[in-house]
């Protein structure tokens, strides 16, 4: 279970501008101690998760309030301490249950993805980056909340260009739809646009991603399986992180999950990626409980 939101200084940032008019909620918290590199956090949540006030307002969601949008933020503003960390709410919540990022990707009511090879997921991203920046640089001048401590207080004022910061990108269940989406438009910009270099920079500075407990409410693509999706990925370089639970691999029910999930993971070390796999809680019953406990316990890079 996450703690409760204390300490951390965090700014909710609504309608936050991104590419041709979309617009993305977005929860922001500033780095906890200084780095000499820009980095920065970009999170995408899954069902039920959103603003606390929300959760606790559902009656069947109000009992895992405490993996709300705010504590995330918090939370993971404490594992990845050094880097600016941004929690990108779905443009649209369906039946006040399903994360639809419509915005990333074409979804159902029920947020079920419709890849295709670009929606301009990557552009929304940076246009997004580039507006948070525009709404910080704006807002720093005032006074930090009161909740920051004096380390905090002394950072609050610097600038981020978070457009030009390395990036990780992380997942968790419904959210990663928009990573899967992400490795349809690398595999657009690299191979069938390979002379727009728009979105280059951005792509470039992509580090690592973190796909957790991976899963939609559809009957295919919960992970990617195409091998010259997967091919271009791995010559980005970029470090690819699986953490997953019985909840999603060992559901009877959704067979496909754990046959996709072996598929992308076991193509990916093939094809020399970098990839780190862990399963979690692998002797627990296929419980939600376990399902939102991978955000606790999955390995962050150590300072």
């Known amino acids: 279970m996450l703690d409760p939101l204390t300490s951390s200084c965090t700014l909710r940032l609504c309608g936050v501008p991104g590419f041709e008019g979309r617009t993305n909620d977005v929860i922001y918290c500033k780095p906890r101690v200084k780095s000499n590199e820009l980095k920065a956090v970009v999170y995408f949540g899954g069902d039920i998760q959103d603003f606390p006030e929300s959760m606790e307002m559902h009656q069947d969601h109000k009992k895992y309030s405490s993996w709300n949008l705010d504590n995330t933020a918090a939370h993971l503003s404490s594992r990845f301490a050094d880097s600016h960390v941004l929690i990108v709410r779905p443009f649209r919540i ?15 009511d029920c947020g079920v993805p419709e890849h295709t090879p670009t929606h301009h997921a990557l552009q929304h991203l940076e246009c997004l980056l580039k507006s948070i920046s525009a709404k910080l640089k704006m807002l720093m001048p005032s006074e930090p909340p009161l909740s920051c401590n004096n380390e905090l207080v002394q950072n609050w004022k610097s600038e981020p260009h978070l457009d030009e910061a390395t990036i990780t990108l992380v997942g968790f269940s419904k959210g990663c739809v928009v990573l899967n989406q992400f490795l349809y438009e690398f595999h657009y910009m690299k191979t069938l646009t390979p002379d727009d270099t728009t979105m280059m920079r951005l792509v470039s500075n992509i580090t690592d991603m973190y796909w957790l407990e991976g899963g939609h409410a559809g009957v295919k693509n919960t992970w990617i399986t195409s091998r010259s999706l997967l091919e271009t990925l791995t010559r980005l370089n970029i470090r690819i992180h699986v953490h997953v639970t019985p909840y999603q691999i060992c559901d009877k029910r959704r067979p496909w999950i754990r046959k996709e999930e072996k ?8 094809l020399g990626a970098p990839i780190e796999r862990v399963f979690h809680f692998e002797n627990h019953p296929t419980d939600l409980s376990i399902h939102f406990e991978v955000l606790s316990v999955f390995k962050t890079p150590q300072l």
């Open 94 to 108: 369906g039946f006040k249950t399903f994360s639809c990022y419509d915005n990333f990707v074409p979804s159902s």
């Open 263 to 270: 598929t992308f993971s076991n193509m990916l070390k093939r």
